[in-house]
């Protein structure tokens, strides 16, 4: 109702508010309507009743008629007074840095469990095989990664360790490569190489053989399969008639102490002929390779070794050198077959005859017609030929096709012969793709098909073998040919085995990877999800519609559950083509098992004398939550009882924390903690503080007079206590009668001084008039209170209250001269209505029939006055039904306006008083609706007060009690019984109200 009414650390920042500056908590306080709350309820019954009996007056009645206007209350505060003694301190979960957390996320202001994020990718060949398939076939892809590599980029040695194995040279080196006559540079890597000298030829050594190595560093190959190793090398070695110098490769897994030679894939290509060689009689490395070349090793009898060393070693026979070895990009690689493809199976095809057994015809012909040669799916159609007249032979058919290219024959339909002098037709089949080069041949006549679909004929010249293209071969056929070819089928599919996710998950999506390059082909997947490892459980669901884009957002929609599987689906019209199905990624989600949240100490800013009730606002979700409070800072932690009561825990330390336990069985669900409240007491006095007016609607020049009520509720005296209360501008002060000193704060804010106010109720009230207004006007007038308890402590407008008046201007005068006029007719009416009802005996009390109730669902009565659903309730109560009103009325009013028998009464309001619940702790009022369903077979629950609730709580709040109290009621078939005037709220929120609730009234 305050739309530009904002507060900011308590105070008030609107311009135009009269306490801007003071401050404001946001404290519920009273419901400034006070007593007026009754009395206007009764005259808009009356209003609603005169309405009905002459709706010819509606119109004028709408004019001068106005809803009441009740008093707004503050949001709540952390902590809030409650009066008695009691503050109230609500934490809500807008802020998660404020809190500890484990294995649960803050968001949207509320706790729940964490959701952990899964991807299943299913992509090795083993994995699809454990599945079954129909008309597709498994096969993998190497996947090759570099274990290590060195291209010798550094300066220095690096890793690498020169040595000799017999003799006294070692020439190995590492640079760059000069004066070496026909040498071609480095490989690719880049300007430096190892070599035995680099800068010339290998020394003779004078006669003395030389033997030395070039040795690599330590290599792991724990975790290597098929592992192979390669590197360049360029050489030139002296050879004279027999290999005298040459080079080997060795291998040791012990850090050298022991040698073994190893031999490349396609071998050494020279062999030790001179025994002056230390490597005599081996094969080797000699001669010239006369370019840089590749060699490769297989090493896979090293895998799994961890201390796998190699070395290059060079051997001469001491008499003549030449310009030696050179070696470059050395690199060992690991194999793996992870990827698995999918593609639909193919199957051969053979057509004809043995072509050997068919006669070569030498005979001339003439070809008249080529019409219609190749048709729009791209098949050889049908021929027309005539043949020369000077005999009879047979034709050759040719097709040109690309090197390698496959190429089906379909089937073909031939004559027996050619007959002189008559039209024969000549049919074959043939499968081609758009641009390939088809033609017919005779000795001297030729046609062909080309790129651009022009048809060619030659009748001049002997025969001629076209080649369009230097890369396309001739391939030829005659009569009752013999002709291989392949098919893929046209569907398959694969379903994989069954994934367990270990526990109930959320399926997100499925994505997969397949060869989007080639049209009319299609993949498709679907899944289905169930509870059992057996697919043909019960629990397992049908599959789901079809996904298929492999790379789109593809939501499962199969059921939660523990098991997934999915089933891909191939397709294909082109042939020969296949679609390739490559891997497959589902990706789901589990909340945590459990997990926690934990609030840091709160220390109150008074003296606790005791703690009272800690309500949770939840939603189990069929789900627990367990609460712990800890007063020493978290080192021990003690469980909170079910009911909330926390009078029993001690208050020595001044302090407390508290911890919520989630835990979910259902990994697909999480329970929701929406906020905590704490009540206590402390040990000084507390203030009460509200206003009520005399009047809510009022006009210009009216007198209107406010009621200030204060009282002290604590076990003190409290001080120096003032109260500020301000004017709206349109309010004239005209005096008061509070027997204390006050003073003018401000144009239009006035402040009375009490020194000392002892535990009592007090009151006192100020006159006001109403200023001349043009328009309809709200009127908004606030009141602050600050004191200071026994102990010294300062509390600074701790207590506010705010009201609302509405004042409607003055009419013109002959507008209101008729308009009384009508009004004193309506009213002569109306009274001899009503007079003829007393007479008649005629008090009719509208009820609704119980006939109209079913178990297991809430009702909410549409009424501005609780007398239907009262009624309703006593006739429940009346058929054997076990009762609980909860009611904003004094439960003393309520028995003993409705004689209820067995019938347990639950007060909402702020008094101490026994079987009373504070309207703030809707957690208490949820809490005891429960209990009393689940110790009662036919529990009827009357909730009265709604309206109540929602001035000193948000909507949202009392939204989620309703729903609460909704669901229980369906979980222990119960009746619950709600009053309430929809006039009292926008009509949004009744619609929200009135959605999951079932309406009478």
Known sequence: MFPNRKTTNGACTNPSCPLRGYPLPLSKGFN?????????????????????????????????????????????????????????????????????????????SEVSLKTHDFIWNQSTKSEFDEGSKNNVTLTQI????????????????????????????????????????????THDSGIYVWGTNLKGKYADSGGESSNYYLKSPSIDLSTSERTEMSFWHYYLFDNDTNTNDGGIIEVSTDNGKNWEQIWPKAGYGSHIEDDKNPLHPTDCFGGNSTRWIQSQFDLSKYDGNKNFTFRFRFATNGQESDYGWYVDDVEITSTTFSDGEVELDSRGITGGNDPSNVEQGNTNYTII???NPINSDGALTEWTVFTSTDGEGKMKVFRWIEDNEEFLFVGETLPEEVKTGEVNTFECYIEVEAGDYIGWYSENAQIWKDTGGTAFVNTTHDIKWPSPNSSWTKTDFTYSISAKGTFVNR??????????????????????????????????????????????????????????????SNKINSPYARYIQFKATLT??????????????????KYSADGGVVINDFIPGARVAQWLDFSPSVNLNGQTIDYYYSLDSGETWSGIPNNGGMSSVSVLEGRIR??????????????????????????TPEMELFI???????????????????????????????????????????????????????????????????????????????????????????????????????????????????????????????LIAIIAAIIIILVVIIIQRIRAGEEVEERISVEDVERGIGYLVMEDNPKKSYGLFSDLIDLGNTGLCITRAFPGRVKLNYSFEGVSIIWLSRAREKDTILPTNLGAVLRS????????????????GLEYLMVHNDFQKVLKLVHGLNEMVAINDAVLVMPFNPLTMEKGKVALLKRDLKILG
């Open 929 to 944: 609706a429960q209990d009393f369903m689940e110790e009662n077979e036919r529990a009827v629950i009357l909730l009265d």
């Open 692 to 818: 009520e007016a005399d009047k809510i609607n009022v006009n210009p020049g009216d007198m209107i007079y406010f009621e200030i009520f204060y009282r002290n509720k604590g076990i003190g005296s409290a001080k120096d206590v003032s109260i500020a209360f301000s004017l709206d501008s349109n309010l004239t002060y005209k005096g008061d009668n509070s027997g204390a000193p006050s003073t003018i704060e401000t144009e239009s804010i006035r402040k009375w001084h009490f020194e000392v106010v002892e535990p009592a109720n007090r009151s006192f009230i100020v006159d006001t008039q109403v200023k001349s207004l043009n328009e309809e006007t709200e009127l908004s007038i606030y009141a602050i209170m600050n004191y200071t308890d026994v102990g010294g402590n300062v509390y600074e407008g701790v207590i506010s209250n705010t009201i609302i008046i509405k004042v409607t201007p003055a009419m013109d005068i002959l507008f209101i001269i008729s």
């Open 572 to 589: 294909t019209e082109k042939q020969p083509y296949t679609p390739t199905l490559y891997n497959v990624s589902i990706s789901y989600r």
């Open 658 to 683: 508290f911890k919520m336990n989630l835990s979910t069985e259902d990994t697909t669900v999480t329970p929701v903690i929406a906020e905590i409240t704490l009540t206590y007491s402390t040990a």
């Open 369 to 371: 017609d080529a019409n």
């Open 491 to 552: 569907e398959g599919n694969l379903i994989s085995r069954v994934y367990d996710a270990e526990s109930p998950a959320i399926w997100d999506e499925i994505h997969w990877g397949e060869d989007e390059s080639i049209l009319d082909v299609e993949i498709s997947l679907q899944t289905r999800s169930g509870n059992s490892s057996d697919t043909s459980d019960s629990s397992w669901s049908l599959w789901s519609s079809p996904f298929s884009n492999p790379n789109g």
């Open 142 to 185: 190497p996947n090759t990664v570099v274990v290590w590599d060195d291209g010798f980029e550094y300066s220095g040695k690096g890793p690498w360790e020169t040595g000799i194995v017999s003799g006294t040279n070692d020439q190995w080196e590492h640079g760059l490569v000069s004066n070496i006559p026909g040498f071609i540079g």
């Open 32 to 108: 400034a309507s006070g007593k007026n709350h009754f009395k206007q309820s009764k005259k808009h019954r009356m209003r609603k009743r005169f309405i009905a009996l002459t709706t010819i007056f509606v119109f004028l009645c709408s004019i001068i008629v106005q809803f009441p206007l009740y008093g707004e209350a503050a949001e709540p505060s952390i902590p809030s007074d409650q009066g008695s003694g009691a503050f109230t301190t609500t934490w809500t979960f807008n802020n998660a840095s404020y809190f500890n957390t484990t294995e649960t996320t803050i968001a949207n």
